[in-house]
C-alpha cells in the first residue's frame, strides 16, 4: 500500500542524467512553487513503462497547465534511464532511485521483479506544494497504468 493521502511526502534527493552531466532532484524544490506528479515504474526499456512515459511525455503541457510538474522515478541508473528516454523521445525528468530508498519511503516496492530483484511498483502520487500528499495510487499489477483522469483531477482540484 502506497503512503496514504494527506501524509507529508518523504523529500528526497536524486539523480538525473543531463545532456550537461548529473542533475540533483529534490521534491522540496517545488514546495511553496507547484505541485509535483511522481510516476514511479518497475524498469526502463519495459513496453509498458516505455508506453506510459511516452504517453505521459506527449501530455505533458497538460500537465504543466495544471501547473505541475512530472518527475518519473525508477530503479535504474541514470545512464540507463538517459538512453531510453533519449531512444524513445522521453521528455519527463526521470529520476534514478538506485538504492531504492524513495520507492521504500513511498512504500511502493515489487518484490523480485522478474526473479531478479526488488522494483519499485507502478505507482502515482501527486504532492501538493504544501508538501502533503494529494493523491496516491499503486497499481494492481505491473502491467496496469495509473489513472491519469484521477491524477489530473486532483491537480485540478
Not at 46 to 58: P, R, W, Y
Not at 62 to 75: C, F, N, T
Not at 127 to 155: C, H, M, R, W
Amino acid at each position: 500500500m502506497p503512503i496514504a493521502v494527506g501524509s507529508k511526502a518523504p523529500d528526497f534527493t536524486l539523480k538525473s542524467k543531463t545532456a550537461d552531466g548529473f542533475k540533483d532532484i529534490k521534491l522540496s524544490d517545488s514546495f511553496g512553487k507547484q505541485k509535483t506528479v511522481l510516476l514511479f515504474f518497475p524498469a526502463a526499456f519495459s513496453g509498458v513503462g516505455t508506453q506510459e512515459m511516452c504517453d505521459t511525455s506527449a501530455g505533458l503541457g497538460d500537465y504543466e497547465k495544471l501547473g505541475a510538474k512530472v518527475i518519473a522515478i525508477s530503479v535504474d541508473t541514470p545512464h540507463a534511464q538517459e538512453a531510453w528516454a533519449n531512444a524513445n523521445k522521453i521528455k519527463i525528468q526521470i529520476a534514478s532511485d538506485l538504492n531504492k530508498t524513495v520507492t521504500k519511503a513511498y512504500d511502493v516496492v515489487f518484490p523480485m521483479f522478474a526473479g531478479a530483484g526488488d522494483t519499485a511498483a507502478r505507482a502515482a502520487f501527486v504532492i501538493g506544494s504544501d508538501g502533503v500528499v494529494e493523491y496516491a495510487e499503486q497499481t494492481a499489477t505491473l502491467k496496469d497504468l495509473p489513472n491519469f483522469a484521477a491524477v489530473k483531477a486532483a491537480l485540478a482540484s
